[in-house]
């Protein structure tokens, strides 16, 4: 998972003439189904180094052969998008996995190309999550719709009632004061580990899980600065896959979203009936596209449709021509025509908006543009 940490120390490389090869590619195997981006890449690579002196044209063979094997053989790994930092001079190469698409693009310079990633970072928010209980809690962070574990918690020393059988009366009551104490320093040390992580930096929000007890007592601990964060609360229980926190908290993340997502399909609606400053439904945004003339893409998520795509000039269309209309080359039928439609949208510098299950949105086609001109 890529973190700010990563970005600083790529940041942090000074230039010392010493030449980095960043290389961004979509490599989502839906709009990839033959391994389209090694072709991608090449083309992208040769513009680059031509504009290379000789001399650093040989410098940076090795990272191309170096990206060009990893480009066939690390597939498996591969999600809607990669970023590669190779310097063969300087002993680098990294690699980040994306769940986000992304611009295509390869820049040699004397310093690692950063600008596309510091973007995502910005645009898509991060967010803690924390499950806690009694004893335990575990936090993780989700980034760039990715989760991973943070950290974990365990006091154990919480004495269980039925080992010595019969607490009563007085004792019970002790008992009961000891547990809660217990409880109390456990939950106390949970704040300050969330406070850790919000100290960093690298963190908008945060969303609680727990069981129905341990949540509203934990809720009552928290300091302001905590309390700010909190995008919203779920019920689970400390053993749930990472797979499914992280589509609990999707659908928190999401909530958190609906009102500006709202507002933005309502002006999406709006200016398409009021003055043509919008577009909606598939065939009309293709044809925007196509005229270089969306500046905003919104999509429900989850909608697929499948269209043509011209072997030549890549035009897209939902319509079976004979032949592309633009310049006469065959088309070809595609499954995913969705996915092209997104990234052709990022390859023109546009922005995309995917918004989740809009009633409006659905009305008018599922996807719509704000355009240019
Ligand atoms: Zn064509």
């Known amino acids: 998972m890529l973190t700010k940490e990563d970005l600083t120390r790529l940041h942090n490389l000074k230039d010392e003439g010493k030449l980095y090869t960043s290389v961004y ?5 839906a709009t990839n189904p033959k391994g389209e981006y090694f072709v991608t890449f090449r083309n992208l690579i040769k513009q ?3 504009k290379l002196s000789s001399s650093d044209q040989k410098l940076i063979y090795e990272d191309i052969k170096r990206i060009e094997t990893y480009l066939k053989t690390g597939k498996t790994e591969f999600k809607k998008s990669i970023a590669i930092f190779s310097s063969s001079q300087n002993d680098l190469w990294e690699v980040y996995h994306l769940a986000v698409p992304l611009k295509n693009q390869v820049v040699t310079d004397r310093t690692p190309y950063l600008k596309p990633l510091s973007e995502i970072l910005e645009q898509y928010h991060s967010y803690a999550v924390a499950i806690v209980d009694r004893e335990h809690a575990r936090i993780f962070r989700i980034q760039l719709g990715e989760i991973s574990e943070y950290d974990e918690l365990f006091t154990p020393d919480i004495p269980r009632k039925h080992k010595k059988g019969g607490w ?13 104490v217990h409880v109390h320093f456990h939950l106390l040390d949970v704040v300050k580990h969330l406070e850790a992580v919000l100290h960093v930096g690298e963190v908008n929000h945060i969303i609680l899980g727990g069981t129905e007890e341990s949540v509203p007592l934990f809720n009552k601990m928290l300091p302001q600065t905590i309390i700010a964060k909190i995008a919203g609360t779920f019920t ?10 992280l589509a609990k908290s999707i659908s ?19 200016r398409s009936s ?19 003339n969306v500046h905003h893409l919104i999509y429900n998520e989850g909608f697929s449709a499948s269209g043509f795509k011209c072997s030549s000039c890549n035009l897209l269309t939902i319509q ?9 080359s065959e088309f070809e039928k595609i499954d995913h025509l969705i996915d092209y439609t997104i990234q ?8 995309i908006s995917p918004v989740m299950d809009n009633v409006k949105l659905k009305e008018a086609g599922n996807i719509g543009a704000l355009l240019r001109y």
């Open 48 to 50: 680059e180094s031509e």
């Open 25 to 29: 590619l979509n490599v989502n195997p």
């Open 344 to 351: 052709r949208a990022i390859d023109k510098g546009a922005n």
């Open 168 to 180: 009563q009366g007085r004792d019970e009551n002790r008992f009961r004061r000891h547990i809660d």
């Open 274 to 292: 009021k003055d043509g400053s919008a577009a909606v439904g598939l065939e009309d945004v293709l044809t925007q596209m196509q005229a270089g």
């Open 320 to 328: 079976n021509h004979k032949e592309c209309p633009y310049c006469g």
């Open 236 to 245: 689970t229980d400390m053993h749930t896959s990472n797979d499914e926190i």
């Open 252 to 270: 928190i993340i999401m909530d958190a979203g609906k009102c500006s997502e709202e507002g933005l399909v309502d002006e999406l609606v709006t």
